[in-house]
């Protein structure tokens, strides 16, 4: 209630503005709004995909070229604009699908938002017939008090369209995505997908900034693409606070203002002062003035939350074999074999511990199995079906579920926002047994400060609630003490129980096997040496030459 008299309040004194304010300081609010719009969208890249750019003024130069090239044409500006948001749309695609091919997409990243914003301003000074060349194109507006409502209802009408996506299941899976992509992946989610298309929005959000900007600016040029707008928008953003509606808006006016107002008599006093401004942010308030107010207002609890999403079941085909079948699986890294020949099945109710000597193959085998690592040679065949073209996500669509040797859950959320994710990508809606309700409840506490055992707990909580058929699980003891260790295996053979789901597990400890196994493979040297009941491979002459070391 408190929320909506504040935007109630907020939009009335926006709409009087001209009213009570002069032409000028009118055109420097209009100005503002541009920019806050351009920060806003550059947030839902950087602060809400968590893709950084820092080129992003390529974006916004396209909107306001198109204009000024439209208005020099004679042609109305909304069609104008149409084609500069498509290539916009095309080569934010482009970066952002080149970004998250790598491990680490913040270089590509970093080097193609560079690149294309450096081209762009070589491209408007050359091309002088079309662009004006250095000298640019200017740009007349109908008035001051029109642009600024048109400036005020177009970014509130876009600014309430992204909201609106935001607080459904594309952000829900996008505050996974950018926070925890191992996660999210497991629960389903395209994180390339939803993180392109975030990205993809950001320079669509951007390019009807710089359109808007244009008409207010009266003039465009080169710069409008350059390193230091683009560089501007970065610390609009980051002292406004990432992940934030107000926090970009309220700095680009604000920064905006004083550039206007101390620029030309105190300009580089004022660079100075900005740039003094952004390392007290990056290095005190890293959350920016919106971040700050956020953790104080919600002290203790999560900072972030996942937004109220509706779960839609997807429902998988039956199964038609058995839960997991491996036939020959190979892989090498480089000259290094590491997996030869690998046969193995696991049946549906059945738990089949992994083991073996370090270094045998045997989380590279879990890897294939979950989709991260694709086999040299060989099949995996998931529920009857050859899943050799299938990603992570749809791995798991198909049942499948992944427990990590350090528990992965999405830190920043609680324990009930996980367990909801979790419930987001189900293809069913699942009953949690009653030793997990209290994290199910639990909005309060932050993931990633809980304790080892709590964090277990919920990694296999979520992979609960996502129905799973097959659970694959890397030393999931690994860290936990003896009690915490037999509560871990009483709760997964309660699961197999329960659910009738099949379990490949990697074990070393041979206490966890024994209480866990229905029945052992031994893999060294990425084979398959023997496989049966914990006594047969515990009997077996070349299980104990190969991984007990006795003769
Ligand atoms: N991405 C990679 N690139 C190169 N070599 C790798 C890669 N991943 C694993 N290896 C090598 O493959 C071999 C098998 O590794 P893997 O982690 O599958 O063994 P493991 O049986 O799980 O061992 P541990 O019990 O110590 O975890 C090791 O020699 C490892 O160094």
């Keep these: 209630m408190r929320k909506v008299l504040a935007i109630t309040a907020l939009a009335v004194l926006l709409a009087a503005a001209p009213f009570g304010l002069g032409a000028f300081t009118l055109a420097i609010l209009t100005l503002g709004l541009a920019y806050g719009l351009f920060a806003f969208g550059l947030d839902l890249a950087w602060g809400r995909a968590g893709l950084l750019s820092v080129g992003h003024a390529a974006f916004f130069g396209l909107g306001a070229y198109a204009v000024a090239i439209g208005q020099d044409h004679g042609w109305p500006p909304v069609p104008t604009l149409g084609p ?26 970093i080097l193609l938002t560079l690149g294309i914003g450096l081209l762009l301003q070589k491209a408007a000074t050359s091309f002088t017939s079309v662009t004006g060349g250095s000298n640019g194109l200017s740009v007349s507006d109908t008035g001051v008090v029109t642009g600024y409502y048109r400036t005020l209802v177009v970014a509130a009408v876009l600014v309430a369209l992204c909201v609106w996506l935001l607080r459904g299941r594309f952000g829900a899976r996008l505050v996974a995505a950018a926070r925890n992509p191992e996660r999210a992946e497991q629960t389903s989610i395209d994180t390339k997908r939803v993180r392109t298309i975030a990205f993809a929005l950001s320079a669509a959000v951007s390019t009807v900034a710089g359109a808007l900007y244009a008409p207010v600016a009266g003039l465009v040029s080169p710069p409008v693409f350059g390193l230091a707008l683009s560089t501007s928008v970065l610390v609009w953003l980051a002292v406004g606070g990432r992940e934030s509606v107000l926090g970009p808006f309220l700095a680009a006016v604000v920064l905006t203002a004083g550039q206007q107002l101390l620029g030309s008599s105190w300009q580089s006093w004022y660079v100075l002062g900005l740039a003094a401004v952004f390392v007290f942010v990056v290095q005190v308030l890293p959350g920016g003035i919106a971040g700050t107010a956020r953790a104080w207002l919600r002290r203790g ?12 079941p997807r429902p998988v085909p039956p199964s038609d074999g058995p839960a997991l079948v491996l036939r020959g699986v190979s892989k090498s890294f480089g000259p290094v074999s590491v997996l030869d020949g690998v046969d193995l099945a696991v049946p549906p109710g059945r738990c089949v511990c992994l083991i073996g000597p370090n270094g045998a193959g045997k989380s590279t085998l879990l890897a294939i199995v979950a989709g991260q690592l694709a086999a040299d040679a060989g099949s995996v065949r998931l529920f009857g079906r050859d899943v050799a073209a299938l990603p992570v ?60 055992a709590d964090r277990r707990r919920l990694e296999l909580a979520m992979v609960l609630a996502g129905a799973p058929r097959l659970v694959l699980l890397d030393e999931p003891a690994a860290g936990l003490g003896p009690d915490d260790a037999r509560q871990l295996v009483r709760a997964l053979r309660d699961v197999i129980a329960h659910t009738g789901c099949a379990m490949l597990v990697v074990e070393h400890d041979m206490e966890i096997v024994r209480g866990l196994a229905d029945d052992v493979a031994a893999l060294h040297q990425g084979r398959v040496i023997a496989h049966g009941s914990m006594d047969e491979i515990v009997a077996d002459a070349a299980v104990r030459q190969a991984y007990l070391g006795a003769s």
């Design 301 to 312: 609890r999560p900072a972030v939350t996942l937004p109220r999403a509706k779960p839609r």
């Design 84 to 109: 500069a948001i498509v290539v916009s749309v095309v080569i934010a695609l482009l970066v952002a699908g080149i970004g998250l091919a790598s491990a680490v997409p913040d270089a590509p990243l």
């Design 393 to 452: 996500h749809d791995r798991v669509r198909l049942g499948v579920g992944r427990m990590f040797q350090i528990p992965s859950v999405i830190g920043e959320l609680s324990p009930a926002d996980n367990i909801r994710l979790a419930r987001l990508g189900a293809p069913a809606a699942v009953e949690l047994p009653a030793e997990y309700r209290d994290l199910a409840a639990d909005e309060d506490a932050v993931a990633s400060t809980l304790a080892l």
